[in-house]
């Protein structure tokens, strides 16, 4: 809003500000971070009331039994501050930006009724798996479909030439291969599929997940301006495409609604994110990753999330080839957990993992 307020050119001198997108994500970042301390107590007492209380797998830890009853659907509390900072301070001509809100808000009320039919309608294992598989595969094809067709090639002045199509890999100068349309957008679905669902197998412990999925959204939060500055994108020989700063913008709204949302979470939390907020969350960084050209990079700065997805998909495999398994629970966390480290303690270095692989991704940026 306060972007197209500034171009309309009939406001005072002082909104030329908003003409910077480094100004506007600022603002971003900070306006969602606000918006969940303002909202956040309303909507945990709200769903406190209504008695939105987590379940607590009974052949899980513990220690996680105190949990039970602690409201859930947290999520709504991130999806209001991203989608009012966004609305505020992003500028909705951009098709990508527009793009990535509607889709991202799409996930998340898949998420919802997910957690609706968990704790609401008390149905064991909430939504059917195949209808939420279903209902995802046709968000992310939704998203593909858009990209592919209403964002435009790039067009910039650039000194790496590529296809909208194009995979690139960490580490590696240009184009590996251009997919073409065919193969480009089941992998698209595939990433941002995957993406969503490995946040969701994340989201066990208190901040864990939304701590990581912030140290994401900042890298590719800085990737995207870069991404969306020729003359910087040119100089560490990267990608540069039409309006990818303006991403930057949605990135940091998503970190500051993030953080402000681990204020509540920390343990002991007082609030759980639920499907509501993991789907979109993932989701999310998965479509920004297509959009910036880094499918590839995210499987390293999300290492965390690509671990714990691993490890169920290897426990579930194991399980039903030998009858055994390979880790004491699944996802990975849990066999943390159960090996003996306090809860604080694997979400503390799960973050410093994720941090780590984030300066690794960043550096990706020079050597190649």
């Known amino acids: ?18 003409g910077y997108v480094s100004f506007r994500a600022v603002l971003a970042g900070l306006g969602s971070m606000a918006f969940c301390f303002i909202f956040g107590p309303l909507i945990i007492s709200y769903l406190k009331q209504l008695k939105f209380g987590e ?21 709504i509390m991130i999806l209001l501050s991203l989608t009012i900072s966004c609305l505020l301070f992003g500028n909705l001509r951009n098709t990508g930006f527009v793009l990535m809100l509607v889709c991202t808000l799409a996930l998340g009320m898949i998420g919802f009724m997910d957690d609706y039919s968990k704790v609401v309608l008390k149905k064991k ?10 209902l995802t595969l046709i968000v992310a094809l939704f998203f593909c479909l858009c990209y592919n067709f209403l964002m435009p090639e790039p067009s910039v002045l650039r000194k790496i030439e590529y296809a909208k199509t194009g995979l690139f890999l960490p580490f590696v100068k240009g184009q590996v291969i251009d997919l073409t349309p065919w193969f480009a957008l089941p992998f698209w679905m595939v990433v941002v599929v995957g993406s969503a669902h490995a946040v969701n197998l994340t989201d066990g412990l208190d901040g864990l997940a939304i701590g990581n999925v ?6 590719l939060g800085v990737l995207a301006y870069i991404t969306g500055t020729p003359k910087v994108a040119n100089y560490l020989n990267v990608p540069a495409a ?21 204020w509540y979470n920390a343990a002991p939390a007082m609030v759980f994110m639920g499907d509501t907020g993991s789907l979109a969350l993932g989701g999310s960084i998965g479509m920004a990753a297509i959009l910036l050209k880094k499918e590839i990079l995210l499987a390293l700065m999300g290492g965390v999330f690509v671990a714990e997805a691993v490890s169920v998909i290897l426990q579930v495999a194991s399980f039903k080839a030998t009858g055994k398994r390979i880790f004491k629970m699944s996802p990975l966390h849990h066999h943390f957990e159960l090996s003996g480290w306090p809860e604080t303690r694997v979400v ?21």
Do not use: C
């Open 1 to 18: 809003m306060f972007e197209y307020l500034y171009s309309s050119g009939h406001m005072p001198g002082f909104f030329r500000l908003f």
């Open 242 to 262: 039409d309006g990818a700063h303006e991403i930057s913008v949605f990135l940091a709204a998503l970190t500051g609604a993030g953080v402000g949302f681990l």
């Open 348 to 368: 503390i270095r799960f973050w410093l993992v994720g941090v780590i692989l984030a300066l690794i991704s960043l550096s990706s940026l020079r050597i190649q």
């Open 214 to 219: 912030a140290i994401v959204a900042v890298t």
């Open 55 to 75: 379940r607590v797998r009974s052949d899980g830890p513990q220690s996680h039994l105190n949990k039970a009853g602690t409201p859930t659907m947290g999520g």
């Open 125 to 134: 294992g909430g939504m059917n798996a195949r209808m939420k598989m279903v």
